[in-house]
C-alpha cells in the first residue's frame, strides 16, 4: 500500500536526523546550482527540530517547454542558529515499477537509483525563525527529456552543520505524444452523514441534526468542487430531532393558538335505549367537546397574501403561491442554509443514498430488519424528492462491508453497493490494479459491486499537506495507467465519513482534482459510468462476517419494527400522514445508525424516545363506550364514542368483539372524527342467546385492517326472548279484545221477541197515524209481532234502540 510520509496538514514536523559525516554537496551535484539570498521570515516553527515544507510545484504535470518552480520553507525550531544552511534537490532516475515501490519512496525506506540534482544556498536561519526557498529548473536544462513519462521520486533536503531535515514528493512527467490508449477512468465519491458526536449533540440539546451537522459540512460544500459525487443521509433533511422528550401532537408543526382539551362527551343512558330502538347503521352524529374545539387548531398554512420565493440552480427565481403547496410536505426540512446547499450542488453531480441514519445493515437482515430497511429507503426518497434531489436508484453504501450487510440490501432489491476493495481482494497477487467492478453473490440474488481504492483514498484526508496529496494522487494514478496502457480500467476514491473534521481537506481535494483535470493519463468521471462498466472478472475473496462491535440485538430490533408499524399505520389514517411520518421517523429509523454504534447512550436514549413516542400516539384517538348496554331484540345497534385530541382529522374502521358467542357482532363502521373533536357511530350486532357479555371496541386502519387502538370492555345485556315474550302478550291482548268484541257484537244481533196476540195485531193494524196512515199498535202485546208494512216510506223513523229493533207490522196488524 502507498502511503506518503505522514506529516501535520503544514508539514511542520519535518524529517530530522544527525549525520555523523557531511555529504560532499559540490561532489554529488548533477545539475546546476542556483545561488538563492533568503530573508527570514516570521512564522509558526517546531520547537527543536529543522523542519522543510514544500508549499508548491509547478507545474503539477511537466510537458515539454516547461519550467520547474519548487517553493518551500526552511524552519529552525532550536535553540541555535542555522549557519549557512544548503538546500539539495535530490531526483530518482527511474520511473517507479509498482504502487508499492513509489510507496516505498514516499515513506522514505528507499532512496535507490536517485542522485542530487541541484543545490540552493541559504543565508544563515536564526533561530526560532523560517525562511522561504526557491529551486528552478528551467525548461532547457530539463531532466526529462527524452526519459520515460510518469512520476519521479523528489526529495528536497537542507543541510547544516550536520543536521538534515527533508521532505519527499514526486515529479510528473508527461511527453508531447499520447502514451496511453485511453485514459483511466476516475470517480471521487464524498459521503454526508452526522458524526456520533453530532448525534449526540443532537440528542441533548434537542436539535435537528442537521443543524448540529451544519457547523462541519456547511464549509465542506463551501468549498466542493465539481466532478465529485456525492452520498447524501437523509436524516441531514429532516426538520426535527431525533429525540422528543415533550411528545407534541405530530401534526403540530407550527404554533397553534388554542389549546387541546379532552373532549368531555360521554355516553349517556339514552344510547342504551337506542340499542333496543335501533337506528340507520350509517349514522354518524359529531359532537364537539365541552372546550368547543373548532379543528382549525395547529394550522401552519399561510395566509393567501403569502408568497414563497426559491432559486432553482440555474439561477432562475420562482415565486410559488401557498396554494401551489404539496399539503402534506413539511414547510421546511433539516437546517435551511444546510440543505440549500445539499440542493444547489446536488444538481451538478451523481448522488446515491445513503441508508437513513447511515443504518447498520448488519442488524436488518431478518423480517424486522427488512421491515425497518425498507421503512429507511421509503423514508430516504421521500425527502429526497420533497427537496428536489435525485438519487441513482437502488445503488447503496453501506457504512460496514460486510456479507450480511449486502444481503439485506439485496433483499430490498438494491442493485450494486459501494464497498472499499480491501474487503474483497483478489484471490491470487496481481501485478497491476484491477477495475473497480466486481459481482458479489448473496443468498437472496448477485449484487453488483462498485469498489473503492483504498490507497489512494486514504491519500485524500492523510495527514500531509496540500501540495503532498495532490502529488501523490498523481503519481499514483500515473502508475496505475503504466501498469496496463492499453487496459483503461475504472476506479473510485471516497472520502471518510467524518468529511470535514480537518477543515484542510477539501483544499486538498480541490487542488487534486484541478491537477487530475490536466493529467493526461486520468480521466475523472461520473458514478454512473463506473456502475456502466462490466466485472473485470478477477476471482476475489468471500465477504467478512460483520465485525463484533456493538450492534443492536435482534429483540431490540423486533421492538422498533413493530414501532414503526405501528407509527406507519395510525399516520395512515390522518388526513396529513407525512406529516406525522415527519415526527414519527427520525426517532424509530435513527435506533438502528451504525453511527450510534459507537455511542451506545446516545442510542439507548433514542430507542427508549421512540418506543414512548408510538406508544403516545395510541393515546390521541380515544374509545368511550356505553358503560352498559341493554339488548332486548335479536339485533340492533350499540353506539361507540370516538374522540380526537389530534390536530387534523383521522378516519378509522370501528368494530366490536364480544367475548362470548352469546353476540354476534359481524359488521363494522368506517367513521371520520374531525379535529379535536368526538364522534358517534353505531354497530349493528345480532343476539344469539340470553346471558351477559363483555365488549370491547377496536379502532383499525381502513387499508389494512391494523389495529390502532383497543378500549376497555363494557357488557351487554342480552334479552333477546324479551323482544318474544313481549309480542306473544300484547298478540294475546289484541286476539282476546277482538274476541270480547265479536261476542258483544253478536249478542246484539240475535236479539229474540215474543210473538204478539190476535187481538193485539187487529189493534195495531186499525190505528193510524196521524197522516192518515196506519202506525203499529203500541199497547200490542209485548211480546206480539206487528204487522208488515209493506211500503217503507209510510214508516216513521226508530227514535230509539227499542223502536230500531221492533220490527214493523203489516196493514193488517199482523207479522
Not at 532 to 553: I, N
Not at 774 to 801: I, K
Request: proline share 8%; glycine share 8%.
Amino acid at each position: 500500500m502507498i502511503r506518503p510520509t505522514r506529516r501535520p496538514r503544514r508539514g511542520r514536523s519535518g524529517l530530522v536526523s544527525c549525520l555523523a559525516v557531511l555529504l560532499t554537496v559540490l561532489g554529488m551535484v548533477g545539475g546546476v546550482v542556483l545561488p538563492f539570498s533568503a530573508a527570514p521570515a516570521a512564522g509558526e516553527v517546531t520547537d527543536g527540530e529543522v523542519t522543510v515544507d514544500l508549499t508548491q510545484i509547478t507545474p503539477a504535470v511537466t510537458r515539454p517547454g516547461d519550467d520547474i518552480v519548487i517553493e518551500g520553507v526552511l524552519g529552525n525550531g532550536t535553540e541555535q542558529a542555522l549557519a549557512s544552511p544548503r538546500v539539495q534537490l535530490v531526483l530518482q532516475k527511474h520511473v517507479p515499477a509498482s504502487r508499492a515501490a513509489l510507496d516505498s519512496w514516499f515513506n522514505g525506506e528507499n532512496s535507490f537509483n536517485s542522485a542530487i540534482l541541484t543545490v540552493e544556498y541559504l543565508d544563515d536561519v536564526p533561530a526560532g525563525e523560517e525562511v522561504p526557498f526557491t529551486i528552478t529548473l528551467p525548461a532547457d536544462r530539463s531532466p526529462f527529456d527524452g526519459a520515460l513519462w510518469g512520476p519521479r521520486g523528489i526529495e528536497v533536503r537542507a543541510v547544516a552543520e550536520g543536521t538534515v531535515a527533508a521532505e519527499r514528493t514526486a515529479l510528473l512527467w508527461y511527453p508531447g505524444e499520447p502514451q496511453v490508449s485511453a485514459p483511466t477512468e476516475l470517480s471521487v465519491l464524498v459521503p454526508f452523514t452526522p458524526t456520533a458526536q453530532e448525534w449526540s449533540a443532537s440528542v441533548a440539546e434537542d436539535r435537528p441534526v442537521a443543524e448540529v451537522a451544519a457547523e462541519r459540512l456547511g464549509p465542506v460544500l463551501e468549498e466542493m468542487p465539481d466532478g465529485v459525487g456525492w452520498g447524501i443521509d437523509a436524516a441531514l433533511l429532516e426538520n426535527l430531532p431525533a429525540e422528543n422528550g415533550e411528545q407534541d401532537d405530530p401534526a403540530d408543526t407550527a404554533e397553534t393558538t388554542e389549546t387541546e382539551d379532552e373532549p368531555a362527551t360521554e355516553a349517556t343512558e339514552d344510547e342504551s335505549t337506542d340499542a333496543e330502538t335501533g337506528a340507520p347503521t350509517t349514522t354518524e352524529e359529531t359532537t364537539s367537546p365541552e372546550t368547543g374545539a373548532t379543528g382549525t387548531a395547529g394550522s401552519s398554512e399561510p395566509s393567501p397574501d403569502e408568497t414563497t420565493t426559491s432559486t432553482d440552480p440555474a439561477g432562475e427565481t420562482n415565486e410559488a403561491t401557498p396554494s401551489d403547496a404539496d399539503p402534506d410536505v413539511p414547510d421546511s426540512t433539516g437546517d435551511p442554509t444546510l440543505t440549500d446547499q445539499l440542493l444547489d450542488g446536488a444538481a451538478q453531480r451523481d448522488v446515491l443514498a445513503l441508508g437513513y441514519a447511515d443504518a447498520d445493515h448488519a442488524v436488518l437482515t431478518g423480517p424486522s430488519g427488512a421491515e425497518l430497511l425498507q421503512a429507511g429507503r421509503d423514508r430516504t426518497a421521500e425527502l429526497l424528492a420533497t427537496n428536489g434531489i435525485t438519487a441513482l436508484q437502488d445503488v447503496a453504501w453501506p457504512a460496514s462491508a460486510d456479507l450480511a450487510s449486502v444481503t439485506a440490501l439485496a433483499q430490498t432489491n438494491t442493485r450494486a453497493v459501494v464497498l472499499p476493495a480491501d474487503a474483497m481482494p483478489t484471490a491470487v497477487p496481481l501485478n497491476y490494479t484491477p477495475s473497480g467492478r466486481s459481482l458479489i453473490s448473496t443468498e437472496a440474488g448477485d449484487v453488483q459491486a462498485m469498489l473503492w481504492d483504498g490507497p489512494l483514498s486514504e491519500t485524500f484526508t492523510a495527514e500531509l499537506s496540500d501540495l503532498q496529496i495532490r502529488q501523490s494522487v498523481l503519481a499514483q494514478t500515473a502508475v496505475i495507467a503504466r501498469e496496463q496502457p492499453a487496459n483503461p480500467r475504472g476506479l473510485l476514491a471516497t472520502l471518510s465519513r467524518d468529511v470535514g473534521t480537518d477543515p484542510h481537506v477539501m483544499a486538498a481535494l480541490s487542488e487534486s482534482i484541478t491537477a487530475l483535470e490536466s493529467a493526461p493519463w486520468v480521466e475523472l468521471s461520473n458514478l454512473r459510468s463506473l456502475l456502466g462498466r462490466a466485472d473485470a472478472g478477477e476471482a476475489r475473496a468471500s465477504l467478512p462476517a460483520p465485525s463484533p462491535t456493538a450492534h443492536l440485538d435482534a429483540a431490540t430490533v423486533a421492538r422498533l419494527a413493530q414501532a414503526w408499524q405501528a407509527a406507519d399505520a395510525f399516520a395512515d389514517v390522518t388526513d396529513e400522514p407525512a406529516r406525522f411520518r415527519d415526527e414519527i421517523a427520525p426517532q424509530v429509523l435513527t435506533g438502528v445508525s451504525s453511527t450510534l454504534t459507537n455511542a451506545t447512550a446516545t442510542r439507548n436514549q433514542v430507542v427508549d424516545e421512540a418506543f414512548a413516542a408510538v406508544e403516545h400516539l395510541s393515546t390521541r384517538i380515544g374509545v368511550e363506550p356505553a358503560s352498559e348496554v341493554l339488548l332486548v331484540s335479536t339485533s340492533g345497534e350499540i353506539p361507540i364514542t370516538l374522540e380526537s385530541t389530534l390536530s387534523v382529522g383521522a378516519t378509522v374502521v370501528v368494530r366490536l368483539v364480544p367475548q362470548d358467542p352469546y353476540l354476534r357482532a359481524d359488521e363494522t363502521v368506517t367513521a371520520h372524527i374531525p379535529p379535536g373533536e368526538a364522534t358517534t357511530v353505531r354497530l349493528p350486532v345480532t343476539a344469539v342467546a340470553n346471558g351477559n357479555v363483555d365488549v370491547s371496541a377496536e379502532v383499525l386502519t381502513p387499508a389494512d385492517g391494523n389495529v390502532l387502538v383497543t378500549a376497555d370492555s363494557f357488557q351487554v345485556r342480552v334479552r333477546a326472548d324479551w323482544e318474544n315474550i313481549g309480542t306473544i302478550v300484547v298478540a294475546a291482548l289484541l286476539v282476546l279484545g277482538l274476541a270480547v268484541g265479536l261476542i258483544r257484537t253478536i249478542r246484539k244481533g240475535q236479539r229474540r221477541f215474543t210473538p204478539a196476540t190476535p187481538a193485539a195485531r187487529a189493534a195495531a193494524a186499525h190505528e193510524e197515524t196521524p197522516d192518515g196512515g196506519r202506525r203499529p199498535d203500541r199497547d200490542a202485546h209485548p211480546g206480539e209481532a206487528l204487522p208488515e208494512q209493506t211500503d217503507d216510506s209510510d214508516r216513521p223513523p226508530a227514535t230509539d234502540e227499542t223502536d230500531g229493533d221492533t220490527p214493523p207490522s203489516g196493514p193488517d196488524g199482523r207479522t
